[in-house]
């Protein structure tokens, strides 16, 4: 889900036995002790308590739902069927909102006796279940669904028009239909069947199997989801919508149709952006391995709420900006097909898909695109509080939190693509994406890690433990000196770090080290394993800086160190050389000197003053573009150079080719 701005009103409830009542369909209802607790806040979440029931697998689900706009009213009937995973199972559990009423529940051989609760239900089955058999229970229930989280499901209008759409993540599935609300355990395939009033469209998950005009005034849509999902990527959105088609064709035999809902004053707003999907389509699916649900559709449905939710099949949004479009389309792979096993892992899901909105960018425009959006990641990431594992999934802000979860955790990936490197980077990514352990079902960071690590060989426990489960970020520090060797120089760098959080003071993080001089420079990777430590680089150029991670791989501050002066007088060698028109001489001064910087001929005849005066401490360099005095290009030779500096003098030949 892209979003940047939190809105959520949600009641918390407590029940008590002693309000239970004998309901007119035979359950028993505890909605009566229902209490509004202020003590969470706006924004706060009824997070999932275990009440879905752990002794079955849902396989399918049918939803039979009629929508009434005006009064507000939702009539549904879900029929549920699920496999035995216990050794003995007598009574069944699923999450249900207090704000619906449950009518009936029917079993293999009628009416079951049920207990309706304030966020689920209980029901008494006719027998005992033993492990490995098949059980199925069809639910009758009604209601006006509340509003949480992100909305979960809202009657609204557009238009004078009704306009009815769901946004059930994280909690809000249970809002609206009777199902077990568990990101581990995914339903195989779902029907769903929505009646409206006439004059409206639905959208919904996997293929439009059919439409129905019913006679009286009302229209219904039948859609089919024969891929696995889970129960909060469970979506509809319903109003006039205008259609807006295209077709992604990735091989000859692999292609399926783009259906996208718009409303009809944004048809022309959706028209070009969406053009994008193809080529987005095709990244991702080169990037990751194939569009995960080829063999429905994907697109995309207008809805109500700010931002965009990446519901399976078909995103809702409520705009077509291309980072929106991309962000959502990648988490078909990372979120709808593989679904982060639990909340406090939601990165997985996020940060994956703010990753992927640069993947997009660097293999469509380039790889300036891709540095240029994470630029704009690492900001928010740096502002990051908490891990990146979310321990407190109770609110709206803490569990989206995007500077958190969505920004950290996309740069989490951009550090690790380069600990791997670019090959083992994205070969661990379609690795995971292809991997039957989590392909359509879900995954957790371990899982995760497993994968990159047995793709490259690498033992990666130090940079999870370090940015999944730690806090903040290196700060550099370092101090360099350089000195003439036999063959060249010789660099000596102090690397020193502190931690951003006292939670995590020392990242042990492969640092990239640039030395430049002149026009030379040379990247070399340093491991630290303490704060402080000492490298040393031996170069065949007069060294004139010293950077830090100087392409931003990290998620780091770097300190600009206090002027390192050179140890000695030195003269580097010209480069180029041989060189043609021109070239650079350095040169290094461990204090302030008066100075003259003289070209010669092989006769000892001066040919240029380059330079000459008083110059500060540190490493100076010139040009020389092959011309005398006079500003006249010389010919073709061997010429020398001579640095004089107080009493040191040092001399170095180069040779011009015109």
Known sequence: MKRRTFLAAILTFAFSLQAITQTAAGGLDVRGACALKGAGGAGSLQERGGFSDPGIHVTYYRLRLILSPSPALLTGEVEAKAVCVSESLSTVQFDLSGSMTVDSVLGETGS??????????????????????????????????????????????????????????????????????????????????????????????????????????????????????????????????????????????????????????????????????????????????????????????????????????????????????????????????????????????????????????????????????????????????????VQDTSTVAGLFDYNRVYAKGAWTLHMLRHVLGDSAFFRSMRAYAGDPRFRFRSATTEGFRSVCESVSGKDLGYFFDEWVYGEGYPRYSYRWTSAATAGGYSVSLILAQTGSSSATPFFRMPVDIRIVGGTHDTTLTVFPGASGETFMFDVSFLPADVQIDPDKWILRDVVTPDAVLPEAFALAQNYPNPFNPGTALSFSLPHRSDVALTVYDPLGREIALLIRGVFEAGTHSVRWEGTDAGGKRVATGTYFYRLTAGAYTETRKMLLVR
């Not at 193809?278 to 109500?304: N, Q, T, V």
Request: charged share 15%; aromatic share 16%; hydrophobic share 40%.
């Open 112 to 389: 079951l006796p049920f207990f309706q609760l304030l966020q689920g239900f209980q029901v008494q089955l006719e027998r005992t279940y033993r492990k490995g058999e098949t059980l199925t229970l069809q639910t009758y229930y009604r209601g006006v669904p509340v509003a949480t989280g992100f909305g979960s499901f809202e009657f609204s209008s557009q238009g004078g028009v009704p306009w009815i759409w769901t946004l059930s993540e994280p909690y809000g599935a249970r809002n609206w239909w009777p199902c077990k609300d568990d990101n581990s355990d995914k339903a195989d395939s779902v029907d769903m069947f929505v009646t409206v009033p006439a004059g409206l469209k639905v959208g919904s998950n996997g293929t439009l199997a059919g439409t129905q005009t019913n006679g009286d005034g009302t229209t219904t849509f039948h859609w089919s989801e024969r891929y696995p999902i889970a129960a909060y990527l469970v979506s509809l959105a319903a109003t006039n919508y205008a259609e807006i088609d295209d077709w992604f064709t990735y091989t000859s035999s692999d292609s399926m149709p783009i259906v996208n809902y718009v409303l009809p004053r944004t048809l022309s707003d959706g028209v070009g952006a969406l053009g994008e999907t193809k080529s987005m389509l095709r990244i991702f699916s080169d990037a990751y391995g194939l569009y995960p649900f080829i063999k429905e559709k994907y697109g995309h449905s207008e809805f109500g709420l700010g931002g965009a939710m990446e519901h399976q099949t078909m995103t809702s949004t409520t705009n077509f900006v291309e980072n929106t479009i991309s962000h959502e389309l990648a988490h078909q792979w990372f979120g709808d097909m593989i679904t982060c096993a639990n909340w406090p892992s939601l990165w997985l899901n996020e940060g994956f898909a703010v990753f992927s909105e640069s993947v997009f960018l660097e293999r469509f425009y380039g790889a300036a695109a891709y540095r240029a959006h994470m630029e704009d990641v690492m900001t928010a990431a740096m502002n990051a509080t908490g891990t990146l594992y």
